[in-house]
């Protein structure tokens, strides 16, 4: 018996990445490379030279999602998670936060990104030593990552240490699951710190940030109950 590989990755797959998927279709094969529906009613990419196989396919590769071959044959897949509101565009969903078409456009623009030819930034360590002078720091909607966490932007304005360059910035984008390893390393170097004041300064510092980004957060659910443009 033959062996079929699992579907391509995407941070937008929510389809197990063990198994090979299959896609249900009724007009010709579906389109390689699309973030598709599943017979299992996730959603996966299509393999570049996708087979076709035609029910009942008793006989089928080792390596298929069992979900997938149950719904080939004829029988109901039952989908038991929760409905919730897509954070990006309120409809409903149940992968994880972010709707199929959501999640199938961010797909799209990840994959133009990734093979698009871009020249790489210029390295960090091109700076030299730095002096870190603070920025602002707000949250956004317009950026998330394959959970669906929304994003906070924080734009740092350093000064080089070496030579005659100008102060410069630097601007990070931070889905709220890489920030909590950021902030329990943090944390953790905090706890190691000796010295009375850095953990004073740190523990203010992060009470006002809490209280600015909680207060803009509220500002943006009272616009968006009213209906008003900010």
Known sequence: MTTVQPNPYSPYATADP?????????????????????????????????????????????????????????????????????????????????????????????????????????????LGPFQVLGGPIRSTRDAFCEHGDFAFLGRLHVQPLQGDQERTTLDLILPRCYLAKVFGAVLAVVDEDPNPQAQDRFAVTVTEAQASVRHTLQQRATRDENGTQP
């Open 18 to 126: 063990r198994v090979r998927h299959l896609f249900p279709t009724l007009f010709g094969p579906p389109e390689a490379g699309a973030l598709l529906p599943t017979g299992c009613r996730d959603l996966a990419v299509v393999p570049d030279e996708p087979q076709e196989i035609v029910p009942p396919a008793e006989q089928l590769p080792a390596g298929v999602c069992p979900g997938c071959a149950a719904a080939l044959r004829g029988l109901v897949v039952f989908d038991s998670r929760p409905v919730a509101a897509c954070r990006n565009c309120d409809g409903e969903t149940r992968h994880n936060q972010l709707c199929a078409v959501c999640r199938a456009d961010a797909h799209e623009l990840w994959v133009a990104t990734r093979v698009a030819a871009v020249p790489p930034p210029a390295p960090l360590s091109s």
